[in-house]
């Protein structure tokens, strides 16, 4: 075997033992769903800036659909799960570069609503939003 191929092969073990690695840091990291009745509110603040707070009682695992339940939400499919582009019958127009932005508490998500899981107690918003 040439050094150049056992460097390769050294390389490639490295990088399999690397991402092993991070994928048990991703598990052990990510919020587990909690089982059973939660109570959470959802704020949504529309392009006039009124507001609107929804107390929402549930045994969803995800905000999706917690949301979806109280027919606050609706959008479209995608690869990464529902694009909300309807909140509280409020849609969002695209053209105008108008977006939903999702925030816990005030800080923005880096999920969406198919990936954010929910907790007794949590506080979200959907704040009407203009401009990439």
Not at 1 to 10: A, H, L, V
Not at 61 to 73: D, F, K, P, S
């Amino acid at each position: 075997m040439s050094k150049k191929t056992r460097n390769i092969g050294i390389a490639v073990a490295l990088l399999i033992v690397l991402v092993i690695g991070a994928l048990l840091i991703y598990r052990a990291g990510r919020p587990e769903a909690q089982t059973g009745g939660k109570n959470i509110v959802v704020t949504v603040v529309h392009a006039d800036k009124s507001s609107r707070e929804f107390q929402i009682s549930t045994d969803a695992e995800n905000l999706r659909a917690a949301c979806e339940e109280q027919n606050l939400i609706a959008g479209d499919e995608s690869d990464y799960g529902l694009y909300v582009k309807t909140v509280d019958g409020e849609t969002v127009n695209e053209n105008n570069q108008e977006w939903w932005c999702i925030t816990k508490a005030g800080e923005m998500l880096m999920t969406g609503v198919d990936d954010t899981v929910i907790a007794d107690g949590e506080q979200y918003e959907f704040t009407f939003t203009v401009g990439w």
